[in-house]
C-alpha cells in the first residue's frame, strides 16, 4: 500500500464484569450488592499478528482491562417487627437503605499523548435513598373487633315485634350503623417516604481497583463518599489526599442535589366488587 492507502484498523475488545450478592442476615435484615465494570482491551495499533500483539493483548487482559465505567449500588432493607406486638399486628413498616458509587473515566489521548484522564480527571458520583414504607390493613383491624364486624356485615332485620311480646327489642342502630359502614370503605392503606441524595464531582485523578477504592488509597477518606455519604467537606478532603486535578482548565462543578417524595395510596370499596384507588 501506498501512503495514501494505509490501512485503518478498527478494534472494539470489550471486558465487561457484573457481579451481584444477596445476604439475608436475618429473618428482617437483607442486603444486596450489585457492581458493573465497563473495560476495554486496548489492542497495538496495527494489523493483528505476531507474538508481541498476542503478548500485549494478554498483560492487558491479566490486568482486566482498562476501565471506562464502574458502577455498584447496594441495598439494606429492615422489617420492623410490629407483627410482635399483638396491637399493631395489622400494621407493617419497612425501612431501606440504598446508597450508590459511580466512576466515569475521563478520554484518554492518542499514541501515547496526555488526554483527559491525565489532565482533567475522571468524574465520580455517589448518592443515597433514605426510605419509610407504611402498610395499614384496616380489614385486619376490622375482624379484631366484634362490633365493628357487625357493623360491616350486619344481621338480618328481625320481623316486626309482636305486641304482646313484653321482652325488649334490641335498641334501633340504623344510623350508627351506616357512619361506621361509611368509614369502613376504606380497606387499606399505604405510605410511602423517600429522602434521595446526591453527589457529582469531577477532576478526580484516580482509578478503582476494587470496590470503589484504588490499592493503597487512603480508605478511611473514601469510604464514606462510597457508601454514599453526602458531607461536602470530602472535596477538601480529596484534594489534601492529592486525588484532584489541579489543572486551571478543570470547570466542572461539585453538585449536591436533594429529592424528597412523599406518596399515599388509599383503597376504598364503596360495595362488593366496586374498589377505587386513591393516590
Same mark, same amino acid.
Given at each position: ?10 478494534? &472494539? ?15 428482617? =435484615?437483607?442486603? /444486596? ?12 495499533? !496495527? ?18 482491562? +482498562? ?12 422489617? =420492623? ?7 399493631? #399486628?395489622?400494621? /407493617? ?18 499514541? @501515547? %499523548?496526555?488526554?483527559? !484522564? ?12 433514605? &426510605?419509610? /414504607? ?6 385486619? =383491624?376490622?375482624?379484631? #373487633? ?32 351506616? %357512619? ?15 429522602? &434521595?441524595?446526591?453527589?457529582?464531582? @469531577? ?28 458531607? %461536602? ?11 484532584? &486535578?489541579?489543572? +486551571? ?9 436533594? /429529592?424528597?417524595?412523599?406518596? %399515599? !395510596? ?14
Amino acid at each position: 500500500l501506498t501512503d495514501a492507502q494505509t490501512a485503518i484498523y478498527e478494534k &472494539s475488545f470489550i471486558f465487561i464484569r457484573n457481579y451481584s450478592l444477596l445476604w439475608n442476615f436475618t429473618k428482617s =435484615l437483607t442486603g /444486596t450488592y450489585k457492581a458493573d465494570a465497563y473495560a476495554v482491551i486496548d489492542e497495538p495499533n !496495527r494489523a493483528p499478528g505476531g507474538q508481541e500483539y498476542k503478548d500485549t493483548i494478554t498483560a492487558n487482559l491479566l490486568k482486566m482491562g +482498562r476501565l471506562k465505567t464502574f458502577e455498584q449500588n447496594y441495598n439494606l432493607n429492615y422489617k =420492623l417487627p410490629l407483627d410482635k406486638i399483638k396491637i399493631l #399486628s395489622w400494621t /407493617t413498616m419497612d425501612y431501606t437503605y440504598s446508597a450508590g458509587y459511580g466512576w466515569v473515566s475521563g478520554a484518554i489521548g492518542a499514541n @501515547g %499523548a496526555l488526554g483527559q !484522564r491525565d489532565t482533567l480527571g475522571n468524574a465520580i458520583r455517589n448518592k443515597c435513598d433514605n &426510605s419509610i /414504607t407504611a402498610k395499614i390493613d384496616l380489614d385486619k =383491624l376490622y375482624s379484631k #373487633s366484634k362490633f365493628l364486624m357487625e357493623m360491616k356485615n350486619p344481621k338480618p332485620e328481625l320481623k316486626k315485634p309482636n305486641p304482646k311480646d313484653t321482652i325488649p327489642q334490641p335498641p334501633n342502630r340504623t344510623l350508627l350503623k351506616a %357512619a361506621f359502614k361509611t368509614l369502613m370503605m376504606i380497606r387499606n392503606a399505604n405510605l410511602t417516604y423517600t429522602n &434521595s441524595q446526591s453527589t457529582t464531582m @469531577g477532576g478526580y485523578t484516580q482509578i478503582p481497583t476494587y470496590l470503589g477504592f484504588k490499592n493503597n488509597q487512603n480508605i478511611e477518606k473514601m469510604a464514606p463518599f462510597v457508601l454514599g455519604s453526602q458531607n %461536602a467537606d470530602f472535596r477538601t478532603d480529596a484534594a489534601k489526599q492529592g486525588w484532584i &486535578s489541579t489543572a +486551571r482548565s478543570l470547570n466542572i462543578l461539585f453538585m449536591q442535589n436533594t /429529592t424528597q417524595n412523599l406518596t %399515599a !395510596r388509599v383503597n376504598v370499596e364503596p360495595f362488593r366488587d366496586f374498589k377505587i384507588v386513591l393516590e
